[in-house]
């Protein structure tokens, strides 16, 4: 449901109510890009981290690294889910070409929601196959 002011020519139209309209979307519009720039910084950094624990050879891979991958794949789900709801707040209801323009992994949409919240980091997405044989993008 849209809230729409009436029109200027209308005997109900309240100029500081249209005003106060206009700056809580714009304080929106400017909240969903501070929030897409957390969420930017924390998918870089879990880039980063999975590919730290790529390479890192298995059989002397430290729990330090699987710590810091859990840690941040924690964050990247809870900025995610951050920037879901402004959207939503926004009316932004489809997310899909979202999605894929900030080229979110598979298992971040899936765990998204708060970081306290979120469940370990299955292994099987420490490689980045998920455990349905899709890769993870």
Same mark, same amino acid.
């Given at each position: 449901?849209?809230?729409?002011? @009436?029109?200027?020519?209308? &005997?109900?139209?309240?100029?500081?109510? =249209? &005003?106060?309209?206009?700056?809580?979307?714009? =304080?929106?519009?400017?909240?969903?890009?501070?929030?897409?720039?957390?969420?930017?910084?924390?998918?870089?950094?879990?880039?980063?981290?999975?590919?730290?624990? =790529?390479?890192?050879? @298995?059989?002397?891979?430290?729990?330090?690294?699987?710590?810091?991958?859990?840690?941040?794949?924690?964050?990247?789900c809870e900025a995610l889910?951050?920037v879901m709801i402004q959207? =939503?707040?926004?009316?932004?209801?489809?997310?899909?070409?979202?999605?894929?323009?900030?080229?979110?992994?598979?298992?971040?949409?899936?765990?998204?929601? @708060?970081?306290?919240?979120? +469940?370990?980091? +299955?292994?099987?997405?420490?490689?980045?196959v998920p455990s349905d044989?899709?890769?993870? +993008?």
């Amino acid at each position: 449901m849209t809230l729409r002011a @009436p029109s200027k020519g209308s &005997a109900a139209f309240d100029p500081i109510g =249209e &005003a106060l309209r206009h700056e809580t979307a714009g =304080e929106m519009a400017a909240t969903l890009g501070r929030l897409t720039a957390v969420l930017t910084g924390t998918l870089a950094s879990l880039e980063r981290a999975r590919a730290a624990a =790529e390479t890192a050879d @298995p059989p002397g891979r430290s729990a330090a690294l699987d710590a810091r991958l859990a840690r941040r794949h924690a964050a990247a789900c809870e900025a995610l889910w951050n920037v879901m709801i402004q959207r =939503e707040l926004c009316g932004l209801r489809r997310h899909d070409a979202f999605l894929r323009e900030m080229k979110v992994p598979r298992s971040v949409e899936l765990f998204m929601g @708060p970081a306290q919240t979120a +469940p370990a980091l +299955p292994a099987t997405t420490r490689t980045g196959v998920p455990s349905d044989g899709a890769t993870d +993008p």
